[in-house]
Nanobody, 125 residues
Framework: QVQLVESGGGLVQAGGSLRLSCAASGRAFSSYAMGWFRQAPGKEREFVAVISRSGTSTWYADSVKGRFTISRDNTKNTVYLQMNSLKPEDTAVYYC??????????????????WGQGTQVTVSS
């Protein structure tokens, strides 16, 4: 079992920054990959970024590449999403998720085993 709790969301103006955190508990944190996904009103949940178990490999959606950075601290059981140059289209509920499978992390939300409750990010124009 894995429990995930996000924090750090809020309201920010376009061009601003936010850092999301996701604290994990339960199973050993370094044993699974972590991803961030988001869901805007009326849209399907979409992939944002994922980081490998060790933190040495990362993948990003094209829409956030160069603006968002995913990182993890395995000593603190926490994954982060640093979001810079935010745009109104980044407005969504952001979720962290755990991928417990062996092998390369998935970019598909269907492959993730555990999810946080989500944190709202609103970017005003």
């Amino acid at each position: 079992q894995v429990q995930l709790v996000e924090s750090g969301g809020g309201l920010v103006q376009a061009g601003g920054s936010l850092r999301l955190s996701c604290a994990a508990s339960g199973r050993a944190f370094s044993s699974y990959a972590m991803g961030w996904f988001r869901q805007a009103p009326g849209k399907e949940r979409e992939f944002v970024a994922v980081i490998s178990r060790s933190g040495t490999s990362t993948w990003y959606a094209d829409s956030v590449k160069g603006r968002f950075t995913i990182s993890r601290d395995n000593t603190k059981n926490t994954v982060y999403l640093q979001m810079n140059s935010l745009k109104p289209e980044d407005t969504a509920v952001y979720y962290c998720a755990a991928d417990l499978r062996i092998g390369a992390p998935s970019l598909s939300s269907n492959m993730y085993d555990y999810w946080g409750q989500g944190t709202q990010v609103t970017v005003s124009s």
